[in-house]
């Protein structure tokens, strides 16, 4: 729907900023006002469309899908955009990365995915070691299986002091692993697991 469309329609005003950062969407059914981060899907080489698209996961009983599948939502505006944060090349010697939840995949999803990843010297590889956990292994599963503990962060992640950790999930996991964030989407206090292992608040950010 372009924003004309979008104007005629819903008589408001949404002019999101197209970047690669996320925007705050409000949604607003009936006097219950959510507000949700996503990230603008147009491609940037076609440049600025006049169109408003988002991918929006389908989550049981998530409030924002909830909405817009229902008759009588509304958006009103939208908020942002957001830089999450700002990598900035070699700062950071070693990075850790805790990510959780339904991920990319769709278990009704059968697709083989290979990359084929070409550079010019060895020293162009980007360096990057993959860890899975399974909750629920198969019988012939030989990887690492069940929650991420502090035992497999210390033998798998950069050590407090030695570079950054970011965490990403479901809730309950991100409060386990470093405690959440404030209700203003600031980072608010470290704690967790990171915390009990010596990591300080500036060592981790949370997703």
């Not at 990359?115 to 990057?128: G, H, K």
């Not at 497999?152 to 959440?180: D, H």
Request: charged share 20%.
């Amino acid at each position: 729907m372009t924003i004309a469309e979008l104007q005629q329609k819903y008589k408001t005003n949404p002019t999101p900023a197209l970047t690669d950062n996320s925007v705050f969407v409000p949604f607003k059914l009936l006097e219950t006002q959510v507000i949700r981060p996503y990230t603008p899907i147009e491609d940037p080489n076609l440049g600025y469309t006049g169109k408003f698209e988002l991918i929006v996961k389908h989550y049981v009983g998530g409030p924002c899908h909830t909405h817009l599948q229902l008759e009588g939502w509304r958006l009103f505006g939208h908020e942002g955009t957001i830089l999450k944060y700002q990598y900035v090349a070699n700062r950071d010697r070693h990075i850790g990365l805790i990510a959780g939840g339904t991920g990319l995949g769709d278990d009704k999803d059968d697709t083989k995915f290979t990359l084929l990843f070409a550079n010019v010297t060895e020293q162009d590889i980007f360096s990057i070691h993959l860890h899975y956990l399974l909750d629920n292994p198969p019988a012939n599963w030989t990887g690492r299986t069940g929650r991420v503990t502090k035992e497999v962060i210390q033998e798998t992640l950069p050590k407090p002091g030695e570079g950054k950790v970011f965490v990403c999930g479901p809730l309950p996991m991100v409060a386990s692993l470093s405690g959440l964030k404030n209700k203003d989407f600031t980072q608010g206090e470290l704690s967790g697991a990171l915390a009990e292992l010596g990591y300080v608040k500036e060592e981790v950010f949370k997703f």
